[in-house]
């Protein structure tokens, strides 16, 4: 069955960064693709960053020019390399598989980034 296991979460103070995994099995890795969304409290889940199988990539504006969303479709993993974090970066980040269509369809556990200082 698909199993997406994220890590890397942790405490961080403004201005730092970290860099999450989500390793990924269960499915042809590099047929898909793949996404981050982040819960911070009392908001919504919100689609962070997106790769295709091409390795074509999305972010929303928040978070452009300072993450990044690779894949390595050898070690069936994706990562988001977080730079210069600030506070409202604190949420629960989760890896998503897409399906052909694009729409979710399989999520991993969450891993908790909180940004302070």
């Known amino acids: 069955q698909v199993q997406l296991v994220e890590s890397g979460g942790d405490l961080v103070q403004p201005g730092g960064s970290l860099r999450l995994s989500c390793e990924a099995s269960?499915?042809?890795?590099?047929?898909?693709?793949m996404s981050w969304y982040r819960q911070a409290p009392g908001n919504e889940r919100e689609v962070v960053a997106t790769i295709v199988s091409s390795g074509k990539t999305k972010y929303i504006p928040a978070v452009k020019d300072r993450f990044t969303i690779s894949r390595d479709n050898g070690k069936s993993t994706v990562y988001l390399q977080m730079n210069s974090l600030k506070p409202d970066d604190t949420a629960v980040y989760y890896c998503v598989k897409r399906d052909r269509m694009g729409n979710d369809e399989y999520w991993g556990q969450g891993t908790q980034v909180t940004v302070s200082a």
């Open positions: 269960g499915f042809t890795f590099s047929d898909y693709a």
